[in-house]
């Protein structure tokens, strides 16, 4: 189960870099900036995402040698 954790975590960092990188030149062109804000959102969103995977992978490893 704890791999199922990393697996998902590396895959929401991944979408997190993806959408920070999306973010950045988005600004950069001088696009939307409703479109800024709306990918700025998803960034804060998947953050929080993969904290909480971190967190239950920790938990999940800490009672699992129990």
Known sequence: MSTVFNIL???VM???VFVLIRGL???MR???ANTSNKLMQARV???FVA???VVLAMYYARYKGS
């Open 9 to 11: 975590t590396v895959l």
């Open 45 to 47: 969103a998947l953050q």
């Open 25 to 27: 030149v988005n600004m």
């Open 51 to 53: 904290i909480v995977l």
């Open 30 to 32: 001088g696009g939307s």
């Open 14 to 16: 991944i979408a997190v």
